[in-house]
Protein backbone atom coordinates (compact mmCIF):
# COMPACT_ATOMS: atom_id res chain seq x y z
CA UNK A 1 0.00 0.00 0.00
CA UNK A 2 3.02 2.21 0.12
CA UNK A 3 2.39 3.61 3.47
CA UNK A 4 5.34 5.51 5.85
CA UNK A 5 4.59 6.30 9.71
CA UNK A 6 4.52 9.03 10.26
CA UNK A 7 4.25 8.84 13.77
CA UNK A 8 4.84 5.69 16.03
CA UNK A 9 4.09 4.96 19.93
CA UNK A 10 4.09 1.51 22.14
CA UNK A 11 0.16 1.53 21.42
CA UNK A 12 -0.29 3.37 17.95
CA UNK A 13 1.06 4.34 14.34
CA UNK A 14 -0.12 6.90 12.18
CA UNK A 15 0.64 5.86 8.54
CA UNK A 16 0.47 8.15 5.56
CA UNK A 17 0.72 7.79 2.05
CA UNK A 18 2.25 9.81 -0.80
CA UNK A 19 -1.02 10.51 -2.09
CA UNK A 20 -2.21 11.83 1.09
CA UNK A 21 -4.30 8.57 2.37
CA UNK A 22 -4.07 8.01 6.44
CA UNK A 23 -4.16 4.65 8.14
CA UNK A 24 -4.38 4.78 12.13
CA UNK A 25 -3.02 1.14 13.92
CA UNK A 26 -4.04 0.81 17.83
CA UNK A 27 -3.06 -1.78 19.96
CA UNK A 28 -5.55 -2.49 22.92
CA UNK A 29 -2.76 -4.79 24.61
CA UNK A 30 -3.66 -8.32 25.54
CA UNK A 31 -5.66 -7.64 27.98
CA UNK A 32 -8.33 -5.29 27.39
CA UNK A 33 -12.26 -6.36 27.33
CA UNK A 34 -13.55 -7.64 24.28
CA UNK A 35 -16.85 -9.09 23.30
CA UNK A 36 -16.75 -12.98 24.00
CA UNK A 37 -15.48 -15.03 21.51
CA UNK A 38 -13.91 -11.51 19.53
CA UNK A 39 -10.51 -12.10 17.75
CA UNK A 40 -9.10 -9.57 15.27
CA UNK A 41 -10.48 -6.34 13.96
CA UNK A 42 -12.92 -4.69 17.03
CA UNK A 43 -13.59 -1.27 15.31
CA UNK A 44 -13.12 -0.25 11.76
CA UNK A 45 -13.76 3.85 10.67
CA UNK A 46 -13.21 5.33 7.03
CA UNK A 47 -13.40 8.55 5.78
CA UNK A 48 -14.32 9.99 2.12
CA UNK A 49 -13.13 13.53 0.88
CA UNK A 50 -16.76 14.19 -0.23
CA UNK A 51 -20.09 12.66 -1.24
CA UNK A 52 -19.01 11.00 -4.74
CA UNK A 53 -16.53 8.85 -2.32
CA UNK A 54 -19.11 7.60 -0.54
CA UNK A 55 -20.81 6.32 -3.36
Known amino acids: ?3 RPLIRSD ?3 FLVSS ?3 QLYLR ?3 KRAP ?3 GAI ?3 YLVWTA ?3 EDLQ
Open 27 to 29: SMG
Open 11 to 13: EAT
Open 19 to 21: DGY
Open 34 to 36: RFT
Open 49 to 51: ENG
Open 40 to 42: GIQ
Open 1 to 3: MGE
